[in-house]
């Protein structure tokens, strides 16, 4: 059978059940053992902090490249990057000093988001290939700035939206295009935490470069540190950016002397009329990461590793509801779950495929799927959610935040 065959039963399905798992389809990226050992890319590791040091533990299941540098200025931080670097692998204080580093052929910047840019710049006048973490940029000069001087070099920059290589995303992304939701005019994100973000800390001088996320000097709070993947997600979707947001938000839980946010709720419009909520708040965790985007035919709900497609009611009955005679009473079919990959196949954390195409991206001298356009309309889109809350009235997307070509 082929895949349109296969396709138009899924199809057929969905409109009789009204309910769907929808297939997991494998990306076009490397497989995991294609990148051979004997050409391995050398990597300086800077942040060895609890991003880094994950990263660095995804790096041990890829041949295709060797941590030879770490960096980090805190001490304990630089030694559990160590632990998981190759043999004979320098540690450095300060990133310039790994930057100098002859035998370093590409970083992987895991640093907090005030940060990013300077290494980021200083990456690329040393010549090496990046892979900088989200969000891209602290503020939207830095975003464009660096737009500039990536388009600038022939280095490889790719941001760490792991999810533009997931392949469930890739699949909704289709479902989308067939209409099979029909007309969409919303998205409901949220990415909830019950979490003081606060991490163990013995000395009151280094408070602020531990406990980096709660201070705005350091980034942007919730919107960049946890719904930055759902944006992103939501302008990949509809492969556009937001024309406008409005947000309210504040600290009403962790009274703890934080400036970030612990609630934020915004909503971006995007063209069309489109409109997407954005919800994080870090006081309870219910159903932590999800997605909702809402058409006239259908529902598609997004977790995690699975995703839900529910079609509205077609034969609708009117009954007594409430006490309202008369009242509409709409039954929804139960859905499947989507399992990521085809069936049978392990469930693979989606950085895994990201770093291996970053590598490969690296050889065969390939733009990044992610790259530095995609995420700069992503950071600008946090941006403005951000001052939205922080206005708590409407702020427009500006003709200037565009990158220009």
């Given amino acids: ?51 880094g040091t994950g990263l660095a533990a995804l790096l041990k299941e890829l041949p295709a490249a060797s941590i030879v540098a770490c960096c980090d200025p805190l001490p304990q931080h630089l030694a559990e990057g160590m632990k998981l670097a190759a043999p004979k692998a320098k540690a450095y204080s300060h990133h310039r000093q790994l930057l100098e580093d002859p035998n370093v052929d590409a970083v992987i910047i895991a640093t907090p988001l005030h940060t990013h840019y300077s ?33 600038a070099s022939s280095l490889v920059f790719q941001v760490g939206y792991q999810y533009r290589y997931y392949a469930l995303y890739k699949r909704v992304k289709e479902v989308i295009k067939d209409n099979w939701a029909g007309k969409i005019t919303g998205f409901e994100c949220q990415y909830n935490q019950n979490s ?64 970030t946010y612990d609630n934020i709720r915004t909503v971006y419009e995007y063209p069309g009329g489109v409109q997407s909520s954005v919800t994080s708040i870090l006081s309870n965790g219910y159903k932590d990461y999800n997605i909702r985007i809402l058409g006239d035919k259908a529902t598609i709900e997004i977790m995690r590793d699975k995703a839900f497609i529910y079609a509205e009611p077609v034969n609708m009955k009117k009954a007594t509801v409430d006490g309202v005679t008369g009242a509409t009473v709409k039954a929804y079919a139960a859905a499947q779950p989507l399992e990521y990959g085809s069936p049978g196949t392990n469930t693979v954390e989606p950085t895994i495929y990201s770093l ?23 950071s600008v889109s946090i941006l403005l959610g951000n001052m939205a809350a922080d206005k708590t009235t409407s702020v427009l997307w500006l003709e200037e935040y565009n990158a220009s070509t």
């Avoid at 009789?16 to 494998?26: E, P, Y």
């Avoid at 980021?120 to 700035?145: F, R, T």
């Fill in 356 to 378: 291996a195409d970053f590598f490969d991206c690296i050889r065969n001298k390939r733009k990044p799927v992610s790259n530095v356009e995609t995420a700069h309309y992503s």
């Fill in 196 to 259: 003081n973000w606060r991490r163990p800390n013995d000395d009151p001088k280094l408070e602020r470069a531990i406990n980096w996320r709660m201070y705005r000097e350091y980034c942007g709070g919730p919107l960049s540190e946890l719904c930055a993947h759902q944006i992103d997600m939501v302008n990949y979707l509809l492969d556009a950016h937001p024309v406008k947001a409005i947000g309210i938000a504040g600290i009403n839980y962790w009274k703890d002397g934080r400036d």
């Fill in 119 to 151: 290494i980021a710049v200083d990456a690329l006048a040393a010549g090496k290939h990046i892979y900088l973490e989200k969000s891209m940029a602290y503020d939207i000069p830095q975003s464009l700035e660096l737009v500039k001087k990536v388009r």
């Fill in 1 to 51: 059978m082929n895949d349109m065959s296969k396709h138009d039963i899924s199809r057929r399905k969905f409109v009789a059940t009204g309910a769907l798992a929808v297939s997991g389809l494998a990306l076009h990226l490397p497989g995991l053992d294609a990148l051979k050992k004997d050409d391995t890319i050398r990597i300086g590791l800077i942040g060895t902090g609890s991003r």
